[in-house]
């Protein structure tokens, strides 16, 4: 079944929008690709002097399913730049400088093309979506398991922190979306950066 595209951008964005996240994913299903591209294409034209952009890192003409990246390029930028994360990257086969701001655009292509192209799920993603390298690394170590605690994500450290921030996004969340269901327009609830 067919979901707005805004709506399903809010109830998965909400706190990308808020400026509390540096990005943000969600799936998006449609039969005409030409809409896609245009409301892409239009959000943009929105977002970018709010410092978000909207990016299809993956799509299927066959299934209709895409999925859709929102993010703040300034703050993914910041993530990044960790050294900790570029080493973590690295060691997935990430191709990044050696010194210098990384490139979010060809970062982004290169989880783009493992997307799309790879047998196994990229879960580096969760450093591109904002969520703790140390949790990311205990997702992938664990497979998956022994996770202290889980909410938007799998936590493997402190749970009373992960709990609390989880909690910030959850009302993030339901405070955008009851908003936007009474009229409030994204680009309002929109933060610059």
């Not at 707005?4 to 808020?18: D, I, K, R, S």
């Not at 450093?127 to 994500?153: A, K, M, Q």
Request: hydrophobic content about 40%; charged content about 20%.
């Amino acid at each position: 079944m067919e979901r707005n595209f805004e709506t399903v951008m809010v109830e998965q964005c909400a706190p990308v929008l808020a400026g509390l996240k540096p990005a943000g994913l969600f799936r998006y299903e449609t039969g005409d690709c030409a809409d896609l591209a245009r409301r892409v294409k239009n959000w943009n034209a929105q977002l970018n002097p709010k410092g978000l952009q909207v990016r299809v890192l993956k799509g299927c003409v066959r299934t209709h399913r895409y999925l859709v990246y929102v993010y703040r390029e300034s703050k993914l930028c910041a993530v990044l730049a960790d050294e900790k994360v570029q080493s973590f990257l690295r060691q997935e086969g990430y191709r990044l400088p050696e010194t210098g701001v990384p490139d979010v655009h060809g970062l982004l292509t290169q989880l783009s093309r493992r997307l799309c192209c790879s047998a196994e799920f990229p879960h580096e993603i969760g450093v591109f979506l904002g969520y703790p390298l140390s949790d990311v690394v205990g997702f992938i170590e664990n497979s998956g398991r022994n996770f202290t605690c889980c909410g938007c994500w799998k936590a493997y450290g402190d749970p009373q922190a992960a709990q609390r921030h989880f909690a910030q996004l959850r009302k993030c969340t339901a405070v955008y979306l009851r908003l936007f269901h009474s009229g409030t327009p994204i680009l309002r609830l929109t933060v610059a950066a």
